[in-house]
């Protein structure tokens, strides 16, 4: 902390400024304390970001959405004025050192029990982040604070504004790149739009480097633009970690967002331990908070008018400390409480052990592992609750519930992993002619015959927001390749398709072009249709679109300048044919005389000899757009 200057103010709203604590893209930071004593970072605004009538009303919506956050597992709003000349928020100050200092300078990698209880700590954090409208998109070790009470996300949602601004777009704004470089997302470093998910892969970069005190995708050090390369493109360097924590942490490591789990679902995994840091840790943190203390008391004074002039302190122009000149933290007043503290905490640490689990079915050897619990003075191993999928159910599923297996106009696929009771271990997407969904089914039962799925979430909507979640599902086995599936009075019979990452079949994978009518086009060199396939999984934009064409007059006269469209579609399932959702533009290479398509469904056939791609719309009969490999 640094003592305040003549330019900085004596108080913003109701606090008293004690300290500056920094400078940041969005505006100074200063350490101050209400009337009651709390202490709270107040973050100003810079002048420049004040006038911008569109800063303002997005730094209104992120203080807003921050205060429904409520302070769980976060440092809580305690006051803010969107409004004022320099509009500021005032944030509760975590007496806690960054795990970014713990691991990296103090203690080193941490054991894989407290690497679980943060982990737990964490998720439940961004559950609160995400049901308020969030997304961190910056969280790495820097921003993680460890307290006794459990680890604390700091530094969000206001960067969120700034970068949108900086970016000329919206909230999630594609194409804006936002976060750290060794602790972003694939979908961060592509620009793309991000979501929760995003979060998850961050925490799971952050678990890592808690494990091994290593980032996974290596650091700037080794170039920005190598370290987010290998982020998009390469598996984590997850060397030296430990083989109990490797489940959770490749589950949230997940290229694909559909595939990595939720906030909620690693809540409901990982339970709450207590204590949760090893007592060297835990004596670091009292060590860090008498010396808080020790400098909030040699600020103390400041809530007192301010003492002759010539004075100097911590305080700047918000007055001194006392008559001393000696910076804040020099005198030795307030330590003795906060160290009794840390003993008494080392204490009881020393009589507890930290509960933690596996995470179930993403990879653990045998599907399970140990918990530790006190018992007898020791501790005593317990498992999670086994899978209860039966072999046979696992995998993927797909079939057509509207239409048929050649002229589909519905579809869904469900794809099983192993889990207990109540997990959500079914990813199921379901495509009509106007919008595809991606969510996750609750498992309710599983005999050898039938499994149930129950209540579910939904992870992708396009567009956006046009979901529902499923209803109950049951899965009747008829063979090891077909079930029936059922939900109300809907039926069908769903046949088992490849599961994984590279589900495209090869056939499609390229670049095909659709050639000019000359009759019906002309000036045919300006007239461009191609369709690029990609490999990778179900729910992943695997399909481009780049059309371009002369636009027109009304008297269908050709003008000088071309219509240019691109856009990208998800697919839906891979089986007979290739199913995708409707098409989301490119706001790169997007007129506004472009037209957005619906659900389509992908074919390869052979004509004289050579294959062709035709692709049909999902709501009504037609004839496809045909093309050839470019």
């Keep these: 902390m640094e003592s305040l200057n003549a330019e900085d103010p004596v108080s913003v709203g109701p606090f008293r400024l004690i300290g500056r604590l920094g400078v940041g893209g969005m505006g100074r930071v200063f350490l101050a304390r209400s009337a009651g004593g709390r202490t709270v970072a107040v973050k100003v605004v810079h002048a420049e970001l004040a006038a911008q009538d569109e800063f303002r009303r997005r730094f209104a919506r992120e203080v807003a959405a921050l205060e429904r956050v409520g302070g769980t597992g976060?440092?809580?709003?305690?006051?803010?004025?969107?409004?004022a000349d320099s509009p500021w928020v005032a944030i509760g100050y975590v007496a806690g050192p960054s795990l970014r200092t713990v691991v990296g300078d103090e203690f080193g990698p941490l054991p894989p029990a407290t690497v679980r209880a943060l982990a737990s700590g964490l998720a439940r954090a961004l559950d609160h982040i995400h049901a308020a409208g969030l997304v961190h998109r910056d969280l790495k070790p820097g921003n993680v604070l460890?307290?006794?009470?459990?680890?604390?996300?700091?530094?969000?949602?206001?960067a969120r504004a700034v970068d949108s601004v900086a970016d000329g777009g919206n909230l999630t704004?594609?194409?804006?790149?936002v976060g750290s470089p060794g602790f972003m997302s694939p979908e961060q470093v592509r620009g793309d739009q991000v979501s929760p998910a995003s979060d998850i892969f961050c925490l799971g970069s952050v678990l890592a480097y808690a494990a091994?005190?290593?980032?996974?995708?290596?650091?700037?050090?080794?170039?920005?633009?190598?370290?987010?390369?290998?982020?998009?493109?390469?598996?984590?360097?997850?060397?030296?970690?430990?083989?109990?924590l490797s489940g959770l942490i490749r589950a949230c490591l997940a290229k694909d967002p559909a595939a990595r789990p939720t906030a909620t679902e690693i809540v409901e995994t990982l339970p709450v331990a207590d204590p949760w840091l090893p007592a060297d840790v835990l004596a670091r943190l009292g060590r860090h908070?008498?010396?808080?203390?020790?400098?909030?008391?040699?600020?103390?004074t400041a809530d007192t008018p301010p003492p002759p002039t010539g004075a100097t302190g911590t305080t700047g122009t918000a007055g001194t400390a006392g008559t001393s000149s000696a910076p804040a933290?020099?005198?030795?007043?307030?330590?003795?409480?906060?160290?009794?503290?840390?003993?008494?905490?080392?204490?009881?640490?020393?009589?507890?052990?930290?509960?933690?689990?596996?995470?179930?079915?993403?990879?653990?050897?045998?599907g399970g592992g140990t918990a530790g619990g006190r018992k007898n003075g020791g501790t005593t191993a317990t498992r999670p609750a086994p899978g209860i999928?039966?072999?046979?159910?696992?995998?993927?599923?797909?079939?057509?519930?509207?239409?048929?297996a050649d002229v589909p106009y519905e579809t869904s696929r469900i794809e099983i992993t192993q889990g207990p009771a109540g997990s959500r271990s079914a990813v199921y997407t379901h495509v009509t002619g106007e919008r595809l969904c991606i969510g996750r089914a609750t498992l309710i039962s599983a005999t050898d015959g039938e499994l149930v799925l129950g209540e579910a979430e939904i992870t992708a909507s396009v567009p956006a927001q046009r979901c529902t979640?499923?209803?109950?599902?049951?899965?009747?086995?008829?063979?090891?390749?077909?079930?029936?599936?059922?939900?109300?009075?809907?039926?069908?019979?769903?046949?088992?398709?490849?599961?994984?990452?590279?589900v495209v079949p090869a056939a499609y994978v390229g670049t095909w072009k659709q050639a000019p009518d000359t009759v019906l086009q002309p000036q045919p060199d300006r007239w461009s249709y191609r369709v690029t396939v990609t490999q990778g999984p179900v729910g992943a934009p695997l399909v481009r679109f780049e059309q371009s064409y002369p636009r027109m007059d009304d008297q269908g006269n050709l003008l000088a300048d071309d219509i240019d469209c691109a856009s990208t579609a998800l697919v839906g399932s891979a089986g007979s044919l290739l199913v995708i959702g409707p098409e989301t533009r490119d706001p790169d290479t997007w007129d506004p005389d472009c037209a957005e398509n619906g659900s389509s469904n992908l074919r390869i056939v052979k004509y004289k000899g050579k294959e062709r791609l035709q692709i049909y719309g999902m709501t009504a009969d037609g004839e496809p757009g045909e093309f050839v490999r470019d």
Excluded: N
């Excluded at 086995?477 to 059922?486: H, I």
């Design 289 to 300: 908070a008498a010396r808080l203390l020790e400098a909030e008391g040699s600020a103390r």
């Design 173 to 177: 704004t594609t194409g804006a790149v």
């Design 389 to 404: 999928v039966p072999a046979a159910f696992l995998g993927a599923w797909e079939g057509v519930l509207k239409g048929s």
């Design 212 to 244: 091994t005190g290593r980032a996974p995708f290596g650091t700037a050090d080794s170039g920005v633009h190598a370290t987010m390369f290998r982020i998009a493109h390469d598996e984590p360097d997850l060397t030296d970690l430990p083989p109990e």
């Design 146 to 158: 460890l307290t006794v009470d459990g680890p604390r996300i700091i530094d969000f949602g206001i």
């Design 329 to 366: 933290a020099a005198p030795r007043r307030r330590g003795r409480t906060a160290l009794i503290a840390a003993v008494t905490a080392l204490a009881v640490a020393a009589a507890a052990g930290v509960a933690y689990t596996y995470w179930p079915g993403r990879g653990d050897a045998g």
């Design 74 to 83: 976060t440092a809580p709003v305690l006051g803010s004025d969107t409004t």
């Design 469 to 502: 979640p499923a209803a109950r599902q049951t899965l009747t086995l008829r063979s090891t390749d077909v079930v029936e599936w059922g939900s109300g009075v809907a039926k069908s019979t769903f046949r088992r398709v490849k599961a994984g990452t590279d």
